[in-house]
């Protein structure tokens, strides 16, 4: 099937259970995004910062990128004048790090926070408790130029669908008690974003309400590498 063919497929799929399909793009080529873009996808997400950069000045404006993968801080400055929504946010340094970056922008930038929720050391994100010190703390309430629209967390890779919507249930759990707890007034605080092309379905039944395909979109991926323009001496 074609790429436009996918598509066209999961957007009849999502669109009217309200799930926002994230096109991740990751090593894709202009050509075959646009492929994507002309059969109406305009929300693509990006791994890396250097192929993110790379291909925002190259590709549509009217695109919104999600910044997906693994954020440090000395990357930030490269995105903050264009990217749509951060959603691995993993503490509050990162979180102060964009909220300066967007100030000198003039711009408020939407962020997820990364939760930790599989059974792998490899993975980024907060603890439970780690998630509501960040959201108890002073710090957080002087940070104007972001807004955090709600959270997301990986699972576990494995086939075994039992950790996966057990892991799934978790977070959506505590996606439910944070927004009661702390954003019960902000409708802006929203955004539940769990499942990739490998466990998608099990995602939305336990209640995603963004998804993140790149195989179920584009097919298989090809590595490739992209430097920052001043940043040569930095690992893609």
């Not at 998608?200 to 979109?217: D, F, Q």
């Given at each position: ?152 967390g990986i699972a576990t890779n494995t086939e075994n669908q039992k950790v996966i919507k057990e892991e799934f249930y978790e977070l959506k759990m505590l996606f ?61």
């Open positions: 099937m074609s790429i436009a063919t996918n598509i066209e497929s999961l957007q009849a799929e999502l669109k009217p259970i309200g799930v926002t399909l994230i096109a991740v793009s990751k090593t894709k080529s202009n050509e075959e995004i646009m492929e994507a873009y002309q059969a109406g996808q305009r929300i693509f997400g990006e791994n890396q910062v250097q192929e993110l950069v790379e291909k925002q000045e190259h590709l549509p404006k009217d695109i919104a990128w999600h910044l997906i993968g693994h954020l440090q801080t000395n990357k930030v400055k490269y995105i903050a004048e264009f990217v749509t929504m951060i959603h691995s946010v993993d503490s509050l340094k990162v979180l102060q790090e964009i909220n300066k970056r967007a100030k000198q922008h003039d711009r408020i930038i939407d962020c997820l926070l990364q939760v930790h929720i599989a059974d792998e050391e490899a993975k980024f994100g907060f603890d439970h408790a780690e998630l509501i010190e960040l959201l108890r703390s002073e710090e957080l309430v002087e940070l104007q130029n972001i807004r955090i629209c709600g959270l997301m439910d008690g944070v927004k009661a707890s702390y954003f019960r007034k902000e409708d802006f605080f929203s955004i539940l974003s769990m499942g990739m092309s490998s466990d998608y379905h099990l995602a939305i039944e336990k209640g995603s309400n963004m998804v993140r395909l790149g195989s179920t979109v584009f097919g298989k991926r090809v590595v490739k590498h992209y430097k920052l323009k001043d940043d040569n001496n930095t690992k893609s």
